[in-house]
């Protein structure tokens, strides 16, 4: 089973910006970031197919963030733009049974640890 690690993040101000990256120990479908606040559920973010070339976003984040991915590579990333308090989370990478999934939890059967992403105002 394919391993999943997450990296990047930290502490940002509003306003800023962040990429998380998502290195993959192998081959995967497709690939999505989820976010969990503290006391809320997990949450989709953003999926990207197969091959990259179909995305979708969550509406709170869509035209702030931007879902790609590097196959060669095993990559995935989250580039977060114009970050708002409300953005913070503990961010997941997760792999999809499908090749083009969406944003139901049940379709990704293997997670990242999580990476923390923490916006100041």
């Known amino acids: 089973q394919v391993q999943l690690e997450e990296s990047g993040g930290g502490l940002v101000q509003a306003g800023g910006s962040t990429r998380l990256s998502c290195a993959a120990s192998?081959?995967?479908?497709?690939m999505g970031w989820f976010r969990q606040a503290p006391g809320k559920e997990r949450e989709y973010v953003a999926v990207?197919?197969?091959?990259?070339?179909?995305?979708n976003y969550a509406d709170s984040v869509k035209g702030r963030f931007t879902i790609s991915r590097d196959n060669a590579k095993n990559m995935v990333y989250l580039e977060m733009n114009s970050l708002k308090p409300e953005d913070t989370a503990v961010y997941y990478c997760?792999?999809?049974?499908?090749?083009?999934?969406?944003?139901?939890?049940?379709?990704?059967?293997?997670w990242g640890q999580g990476t923390q992403v923490t916006v100041s105002s």
């Open positions: 192998g081959r995967t479908r497709a």
């Open positions: 997760a792999a999809s049974r499908r090749f083009d999934s969406g944003s139901a939890l049940n379709d990704y059967d293997v």
């Open positions: 990207i197919n197969w091959y990259g070339g179909r995305t």
